[in-house]
């Protein structure tokens, strides 16, 4: 069993940037690709960036590349989400989920999920 829990979101102007962090409980952190999904209103949820659990491998939505950076502490069972240049459709609340391999996935079949964390740019 993990537990999620996001932190970092909150209301930043157009261009900013925020850095998003998931603490996630349990020993076997280190067994686990971790990916960062986001859901805006009215939308559905969407992938925005993956890592292995090395962290050797990475994947970033076409949207995201080149702004977010997602990055793992396996030592301090934590994974984050740098996001710069940050626009308004941005917006939206972010959730940190964990999956039972050491490969990442885009899609959403993850095994553990956290709350979520909003955040919300403003033009």
């Known amino acids: 069993q993990v537990q999620l829990v996001e932190s970092g979101g909150g209301l930043v102007q157009a261009g900013g940037s925020l850095r998003l962090s998931c603490a996630a409980s349990g020993r076997t952190f280190g067994r686990y690709a971790m990916g960062w999904f986001r859901q805006a209103p009215g939308k559905e949820r969407e992938f925005v960036a993956a890592?292995?659990?090395?962290?050797?491998?990475?994947y970033y939505a076409d949207s995201v590349k080149g702004r977010f950076t997602i990055s793992r502490d396996n030592t301090k069972n934590t994974v984050y989400l740098q996001m710069n240049s940050l626009k308004p459709e941005d917006t939206a609340v972010y959730y940190c989920?964990?999956?039972?391999?050491?490969?990442?996935?885009?899609?959403?079949?993850?095994?553990?999920w956290g709350q979520g964390t909003q955040v919300t740019v403003s033009s």
């Open positions: 989920a964990a999956r039972n391999s050491a490969m990442p996935t885009t899609r959403s079949d993850y095994d553990y």
């Open positions: 890592i292995s659990w090395s962290g050797v491998t990475t």
